[in-house]
């Protein structure tokens, strides 16, 4: 079975920095993307990155774009989601989510939470002014 468990929120004032990490299990030897979305009080779940297992390739949110780097140590099936200069907007619930495939992940739009199977807890980014 496949579990999620992210950490790493927290708060810190504008311009600042934190990292994110998504520890997976149940997705030795398969195929995967791992997404990280955001929720906002009162707003939709929107997805901010993703990472493909089959190539490394990377996505972002226009919104992210040069501010937050995704990575994966495969060694220790963590998804890790760097983010720089944040800003207030940026406030919201962290998640993660995984899509696993044992032969090859075939996905629509990485940015629709639905195309997700599985999902983490969630952790708390606040952004101060």
């Known amino acids: 079975e496949v579990q999620l468990v992210e950490s790493g929120g927290g708060l810190v004032q504008a311009g600042g920095s934190l990292t994110l990490s998504c520890a997976a299990s149940?997705?030795?030897?398969?195929?995967?993307?791992i997404a990280w979305f955001r929720q906002a009080p009162g707003k939709e779940r929107e997805g901010v990155s993703c990472?493909?297992?089959?190539?490394?390739?990377?996505y972002y949110a226009d919104s992210v774009k040069g501010r937050f780097t995704i990575s994966s140590d495969n060694a220790k099936n963590t998804v890790y989601l760097q983010m720089g200069s944040l800003k207030p907007e940026d406030t919201a619930v962290y998640y993660c989510?995984?899509?696993?495939?044992?032969?090859?992940?075939?996905?629509?739009?990485?940015?629709?939470?639905?195309?997700?199977?599985?999902w983490g807890q969630g952790t708390q980014v606040t952004v101060s002014t």
């Open positions: 989510a995984a899509i696993v495939s044992e032969t090859i992940v075939v996905i629509t739009d990485w940015r629709r939470p639905y195309e997700y199977p599985y």
């Open positions: 149940g997705i030795a030897d398969a195929d995967y993307v």
């Open positions: 990472i493909s297992s089959s190539d490394g390739s990377t």
